[in-house]
């Protein structure tokens, strides 16, 4: 048996992640001590273990609670459950990275319509895209063929870079 502290330190994780699983339903001590002290059993350990390694892969703690379910009723599911939970958490993976690629262009046009100089942030180019959902907004320094930032008309701060004719 294992006192919260001992199974923490096991894991590599802290007393209150046990804690956090405990309040969220995902790990339950096996008993407590006659002085209240939570005990877990290995079983208890090796639950804890498949929520950590979980967790590492991206499973959400409702998806985990799912996951620790089909795993307690291992002979009512299908490899095929698993697989659709996994293939489901994949494409949202790949959603998350696109968005994520889409933020670092958006950042790397603001970043190179602006001047970055000394002068005043009154006609800075970042800050009047963020300012305009619509307008195009003229790099600060002149240039033969300067960019334009343009944000979406969503207002997010997700901006495109064109390139008018030189």
Not at 109 to 121: D, I, N, Q, R, T
Request: a negative charge; charged letters at 25%; proline letters at 2%.
């Amino acid at each position: 048996m294992y006192r919260i502290g001992e199974l923490a330190k096991q894991c590599q994780v802290k007393a209150d992640t046990l804690r956090f699983y405990e309040k969220h339903g995902l790990l339950a001590p096996s008993v407590r001590s006659d002085a209240g002290y939570r005990l877990y059993n290995e079983g208890d350990a090796a639950r804890l273990r498949f929520i950590l390694r979980a967790k590492a892969v991206g499973f959400s703690l409702n998806e985990i609670a799912e996951l620790l379910s089909i795993e307690l009723d291992k002979a009512n599911w299908a490899c095929a459950d698993v697989k659709g939970m996994v293939d489901t958490k994949l494409v949202q993976v790949q959603l998350r990275l696109a968005e994520l690629e889409h933020f670092r262009d958006s950042l790397q046009s603001l970043s190179e319509a602006c001047c970055g100089g000394p002068e005043s942030a009154e006609h800075c180019s970042i800050l009047e895209a963020l300012e305009s959902s619509s307008q195009a907004v003229r790099r600060e320094a002149g240039t033969a063929c300067e960019p334009q930032i343009q944000l979406h008309a969503n207002n997010k701060a997700q901006a495109k870079l064109g390139r008018e004719s030189c």
